[in-house]
């Protein structure tokens, strides 16, 4: 049974860019949220989907946003980098029928430089 | 707005210690879960508590919801240095996962 995929393991960008990142969840799994982990802090909440919709959305700008396709997996994409972008980018799936909580699986992350 | 204070955020033991970590919060939680991460991996669940005063056992490792769902504790015995990562505690908060700072642990052969 695989669990969450996240793509591509690291990324080097440069300010001002902007970066797209995968995520396939756990399968049977409906729910997709996507968390920043800054250096030495716990994962700070993103925004999460369900029936390709955003649901919530944590204090994050608008220069964050994502996509969930049909198929479950989702995309977050970050416009303008900053350098305080860089980060280890986290994305967790839950299943059906708990209202996207309170379990969630996280995926390895995604490490984004931003030079 | 929802804080998770997670102490102590350092912690070195020597191998066979036993230790606890403490997760506290003034809000509460519909649930809590505890994570362990390794560096540069996302967090693996170590177990999900949702009524107030369960305890749950995982080997070595005692987790406990407090009675009024605001607190959480971790408890290892015989540490082992497998055990050595961060410990992040999460609130589950409207569907998303509120995360204290972590505890570190190293456990010293």
């Known amino acids: 049974d695989a669990g969450v995929t996240q793509s591509p393991t690291h990324l080097i960008k440069t300010r001002g860019q902007q970066v797209t990142l995968r995520c396939s969840p756990k399968?049977?799994?409906?729910?997709v949220s996507w968390y920043q982990q800054a250096l030495g802090q716990g994962p700070q909440f993103i925004f999460q989907?369900?029936?390709?919709?955003?649901?919530q959305r944590g204090n994050f700008p608008d220069r964050f946003s994502g996509h969930q396709f049909p198929n479950y997996s989702s995309e977050l994409n970050v416009n303008a980098l900053l350098l305080g972008d860089s980060a280890l980018y986290l994305c967790?799936?839950?299943?059906?029928?708990?209202?996207?909580?309170?379990?969630?699986?996280f995926g390895p992350g995604t490490r984004l430089t931003v030079l | 707005t929802q804080l998770l204070e997670q102490s102590p955020q350092f912690l070195s033991i020597q191998e066979g210690e036993n230790l606890t970590v403490y997760c506290n919060s003034s809000?509460?939680?519909?649930?809590l879960q505890w994570y362990r991460q390794e560096p540069g991996e996302g967090p693996v669940l170590l177990v999900t508590?949702?009524?107030?005063?369960e305890v749950k056992k995982l080997k070595r490792l005692t987790f406990q919801f407090g009675d009024a769902r605001k607190d959480s504790s971790l408890h290892i015995t015989a540490a082992q240095t497998g055990d050595t990562g961060l410990y992040l505690c999460?609130?589950?908060?409207?569907?998303?996962?509120?995360f204290g700072k972590g505890t570190k642990l190293s456990v010293k052969p």
């Open positions: 967790a799936s839950s299943p059906p029928g708990l209202a996207g909580g309170p379990t969630q699986y």
């Open positions: 399968s049977g799994h409906d729910t």
């Open positions: 989907y369900y029936e390709e919709e955003e649901r």
């Open positions: 809000s509460v939680f519909s649930s």
């Open positions: 508590v949702v009524t107030g005063g």
């Open positions: 999460a609130g589950g908060s409207q569907g998303n996962l509120i």
